[in-house]
């Protein structure tokens, strides 16, 4: 059993920076593929990062890419997202996951944080 919770998320202008973070419980954290996933009002959840327990590798949606770095400390079960360049279309709820899996699809993380708003202003 894997217990996320996430940090705030906040209000920032756009063009600006915000960092999210999700602490992990258990011993195994290092063990598990975690994702950063987000929802907006009236959207469906969407993907936005994600970083492999078996060789670290990192994948991004292609809106973010470029602007979003997802990284992991192991040390402190802890996995991050920074947002630069934040833009008001990346409003929305963020959601961080876990899953055993190396690569997965959203259906297929077991563990989910209970979520973070973070708002865009223009």
């Known amino acids: 059993q894997v217990q996320l919770v996430e940090s705030e998320g906040g209000l920032v202008q756009a063009g600006g920076s915000l960092r999210l973070s999700c602490a992990a419980s258990?011993?195994?954290?290092?063990?598990?593929?975690m994702g950063w996933f987000r929802q907006a009002a009236g959207k469906e959840r969407e993907f936005v990062a994600a970083?492999?327990?078996?060789?670290?590798?990192?994948y991004y949606a292609d809106s973010v890419k470029g602007r979003f770095i997802i990284s992991r400390d192991n040390a402190k079960n802890t996995v991050y997202l920074q947002m630069n360049s934040l833009k008001p279309e990346d409003t929305a709820v963020y959601y961080c996951?876990?899953?055993?899996?190396?690569?997965?699809?959203?259906?297929?993380?077991?563990?989910w944080g209970q979520g973070a708003q973070v708002t865009v202003s223009s």
């Open positions: 970083i492999s327990w078996t060789t670290g590798s990192t």
């Open positions: 258990g011993r195994t954290f290092s063990r598990y593929t």
């Open positions: 996951a876990a899953t055993r899996l190396a690569i997965a699809t959203m259906a297929e993380y077991s563990y």
